[in-house]
Nanobody
Framework: VQLQASGGGLVQSGGSLRLSCAAS????????VGWFRQAPGKEREFVGT????????YCADSVKGRFTISRDNDKNTVYLQMNSLTPEDTAVYYC????????WGHGRAVDYGFWGQGTQVTVSS
C-alpha cells in the first residue's frame, strides 16, 4: 500500500486547511490511517487516526474540537480537516497506515507503517 499526503500550504492564524491522504495498492493491509506531524526541532506528534472497520476517529487532545478526520470510500482517501489553526500547528504532516489492531488512541508511531511523504502546513500569525 502507498499513502500520499497532500493539501498543505500557507494559511493565516484562525484559518482552515484540508489535507488528503490518498491510498493506493493493498489498503487492506492496514486497519486504518493515522496522521502525524513534525515541527522543526520537535519530535513527531500524533494527530489522529481513522479506523476502517468501525469508521471511528481518535484525535489527540491538542487538536480535539479543531481537527476532524473523515474518509471518502469511493476515492480511497482519508481527509484531515483542520480549523482554527494557530502557528503552533505549523509542521510537516504525514499520513501512515496502521498495522496493528490495538492502541488506537495512543498514537504510537511503531504501530504505523507505509509512511507517505509529508505535506508542509505553515500558519502565520
Amino acid at each position: 500500500v502507498q499513502l500520499q499526503a497532500s493539501g498543505g500550504g500557507l494559511v493565516q492564524s484562525g484559518g482552515s486547511l484540508r489535507l488528503s491522504c490518498a491510498a493506493s495498492g493493498r489498503a487492506d493491509r492496514t486497519y486504518g490511517v493515522g496522521w502525524f506531524r513534525q515541527a522543526p526541532g520537535k519530535e513527531r506528534e500524533f494527530v489522529g487516526t481513522f479506523r476502517w472497520a468501525v469508521g471511528r476517529t481518535y484525535c489527540a487532545d491538542s487538536v480535539k474540537g479543531r481537527f476532524t478526520i473523515s474518509r471518502d470510500n469511493d476515492k480511497n482517501t482519508v481527509y484531515l480537516q483542520m480549523n482554527s489553526l494557530t502557528p503552533e500547528d505549523t509542521a510537516v504532516y504525514y499520513c501512515a497506515g496502521k498495522r496493528t489492531t490495538t492502541n488506537w488512541g495512543h498514537g504510537r508511531a511503531v504501530d504505523y507503517g507505509f509512511w507517505g511523504q509529508g505535506t508542509q502546513v505553515t500558519v502565520s500569525s
